[in-house]
């Protein structure tokens, strides 16, 4: 694959190294805007359809979440099903735009650290264990993949975020 063709990020050329690098260092980028940015510009929505810059962090966050629980469920089982995160109706139920932004940036690193750390642990068969992942298709997917999606959610997100608070931005 090559890369996104709105992003412009590559996650599918990314080595299990570039992948632990890219987790923690995407989310620390996130975690900056989340802190720096005012809590109104960050709830604001200037693009019709579309989430505030904070609702996009929660998501991330909980991105974040949902694939160590992955990863730790593809260690522990053979083929799981891995259950849809819901993340529409998870942005509603649990108030994503609500939320305080300077928390959600702190909980958003921890969660990259989390995942980091339980994919560094993990030797050459931990890294191909597998699981049917239920997005874009249902498919068989591996730790690694995973790992590689995530790395472009957040480059993906963070990307989102950007262009969101440019459009806030006076001319």
């Known amino acids: 694959m090559a890369a996104c063709p709105e992003c412009g990020y590559d996650f599918s050329s990314l080595d299990r190294r570039q992948i632990l690098r890219a987790l923690t260092s995407l989310a620390d980028e996130q975690r900056r805007l989340l802190e720096s940015v005012s809590a109104d510009q ?33 260690q522990a089982e053979d083929g799981p099903w891995f259950g849809s995160m819901r993340r529409d109706e998870r942005a509603v139920e649990e108030r994503y735009n609500g939320q305080d932004p300077r ?42 993949w995973i790992g590689q999606r995530t790395a472009h959610e957040l480059a993906h997100h963070l990307f989102d975020c950007r262009r969101l608070l440019a459009v806030g931005e006076p001319g």
């Open 42 to 74: 960050l709830r604001a929505h200037p693009r019709p359809g579309s989430w505030s810059a904070l609702e996009y962090g929660c998501h991330v966050r909980d991105v974040l979440r949902f694939q160590r629980d992955r990863v730790l469920r593809a």
């Open 103 to 144: 928390a959600v940036a702190g909980q958003l690193a921890a969660a990259a650290r989390q995942l980091a750390a339980t994919l560094s642990g993990l030797d050459e068969a931990g890294w191909l264990r597998a699981g049917v992942y239920p997005w874009p298709t249902r498919e068989v997917r591996t730790v690694e």
